[in-house]
T-cell receptor, first 114, second 119 residues
Framework: DADVTQTPRNRITKTGKRIMLECSQT?????MYWYRQDPGLGLQLIYY???????NKGEISDGYSVSRQAQAKFSLSLESAIPNQTALYFC?????????????FGEGSRLTVL | AQKITQTQPGMFVQEKEAVTLDCTYD???????LFWYKQPSSGEMIFLIY??????QNATEGRYSLNFQKARKSANLVISASQLGDSAMYFC????????????????FGQGTILTVHP
């Protein structure tokens, strides 16, 4: 089983619908992140959380909200989806104080907004 | 300002040859980390290699090495003896480590380079 699990893996929805992407991890990491990937733009940070009570906006937070329900769970919501939010979304984790501090990624959630 | 720049949208290499993927970065933080990730067509992100700004030697992990030139602010990835399975998108990323800075602890990614290995 994956250490960082994202659900759903694929979702097609309509403009104006509310969508939630969920992320859970079994790595015991304290830090969690949501990134979005668009062709030609690399990965852009939407929100990040360094612990359960710490939530921070990333580069492109407009139109998104998050909830850190527990150390292991970090969900991303699109309150009213629009077509330009069509993208591949990644959840990632890291551990404070780890030697390299690399991110461990989930498998991605592909969202299409029609 | 772009923090991470990958100037090669696409690269081609012959199987068994070496290839260098370029990455330059911009930071005023004396402490930072540089990362390379691989994204195959299946979409997952795979961590390849890490270089700390204070590391004296270039990082190596199997066929991957990082050519770190601090004064030039470059962190190129070298893949030796390319294999067909190396065909993928490659991302360079940086983490700035200065506590209290706006970029503290977060990874910033470049736009990626698509590598195609020909048989």
């Amino acid at each position: 089983d994956a250490d960082v699990t994202q659900t759903p893996r694929n979702r097609i929805t309509k403009t104006g619908k509310r969508i939630m992407l969920e992320c859970s991890q079994t790595k015991g990491h304290d830090r969690m992140y949501w990134y979005r990937q668009d062709p030609g733009l690399g990965l852009q940070l939407i929100y990040y959380s360094f612990d359960v009570k710490d939530i921070n906006k990333g580069e492109i937070s407009d139109g998104y909200s998050v909830s850190r329900q527990a150390q292991a769970k970090f969900s991303l919501s699109l309150e009213s989806a629009i077509p330009n939010q069509t993208a591949l979304y990644f959840c990632a984790t890291s551990k404070t104080g780890a030697n390299t501090g690399e991110l461990f990624f989930g498998e991605g959630s592909r969202l299409t907004v029609l | 300002a772009q923090k991470i720049t990958q100037t090669q949208p696409g690269m081609f290499v012959q199987e068994k040859e070496a290839v260098t993927l370029d990455c330059t970065y911009d930071t005023s933080d004396p402490s930072y980390g540089l990362f390379w990730y691989k994204q195959p067509s299946s979409g997952e992100m795979i961590f390849l290699i890490y270089q700390g700004s204070y590391d004296q030697q270039n990082a190596t992990e199997g066929r991957y090495s990082l050519n770190f030139q601090k004064a030039r602010k470059s962190a190129n990835l070298v893949i030796s003896a390319s294999q067909l399975g190396d065909s993928a998108m490659y991302f360079c990323a940086m983490r700035e480590n200065r506590a209290g800075g706006t970029s503290y602890g977060k990874l910033t990614f470049g736009q990626g380079t698509i590598l195609t290995v020909h048989p």
